[in-house]
């Protein structure tokens, strides 16, 4: 029996950024935003939203800018209860989310990076991301990888987990720098805090981090970061050879 109680509910919403220009994938996206390149002859952005549909998400925002028109008639056409949020200017990954979704209470979303694709474990991310939420004190909670999980990405990573799953920007016990795979759950009142139109999530989580309300989950499995041209390529080899 678990005896922990729970004054939170799991997100039935999800926000996916869709808005950059994608430059890192030129000359691909010249003429295409990011989102609708094509990997393995769907595009990027199907992935996602078909593993959200498939798990029964009830309102999925995307924000749209860069050539915005291409990605609202495809959206239009295949996906028509999508919910656009279209940005006149770029407002950023926090700023956009706030300029998208209603914040005047708490209400908790995923939110997905367009270019972070999974290798059908979605379903499972998910779920232990939003039970982490529920059950945390938390109001926002972060999926982090190894970096040797993360194909095609090549920094140094991006955070660290204390003994408790806080997220935490110093290394307090000589452990590894895990990489933000670029999904989220994110109580949206939090946006309130940042009068700025134009900001950061990296506003809003390192606010959460001085205050101990921002989790981790750590993601066993290799994921494809495909913000580039040699991971896109190597993530469409993949889907190839594993029909």
Do not use: Q, R, T
């Given at each position: 029996m678990n005896n922990k109680k729970s004054i939170k509910e799991k997100p039935n919403?999800?926000?996916?950024?869709?808005?950059?220009?994608?430059?890192r994938l030129l000359p691909l996206t010249e003429k295409c935003?990011?989102?609708l390149i094509e990997i393995a002859g769907n595009p990027m952005i199907s992935y996602i939203i078909d593993a959200l549909q498939l798990i029964n998400i009830e309102n999925i925002y995307i924000n749209t800018f860069y050539l915005s028109d291409q990605l609202e008639k495809y959206l239009e056409e295949n996906y028509p209860n999508i919910i656009i949020s279209k940005e006149t200017e770029l407002l950023d990954t926090g700023g956009g989310l706030k300029y998208g979704v209603p914040t005047d209470y708490d209400r908790?979303?995923?939110?997905i990076n367009s270019d972070t694709m999974l290798l059908n474990d979605y379903e499972d991310l998910l779920y232990r991301l939003s039970e982490k939420y529920i059950y945390d004190d938390a109001d926002a909670v972060l999926a982090l990888s190894k970096k040797e999980k993360a194909i095609?990405?090549?920094g140094n990573g991006d955070f660290f987990l204390d003994?408790?799953?806080?997220?935490s920007k110093e290394n307090h016990s000589n452990i590894e720098k895990f990489v933000f795979m670029g999904i989220s759950i994110l109580n949206t009142r939090t946006l309130n805090k940042v009068n700025n139109k134009i900001?950061?999530?990296?506003?809003i989580w390192n606010n959460l981090i001085l205050k101990r309300k921002c989790s981790?989950?750590?993601h066993d499995s290799n994921w494809y970061h495909t913000g580039d041209l040699i991971s896109l390529n190597n993530f469409e080899k993949y889907l190839i050879e594993n029909k």
């Open positions: 919403d999800a926000f996916i950024l869709a808005a950059g220009y994608g430059k935003p990011k989102p908790s979303i995923y939110i095609g990405y090549n003994k408790d799953k806080n997220i900001f950061s999530l990296n506003m981790g989950i750590l």
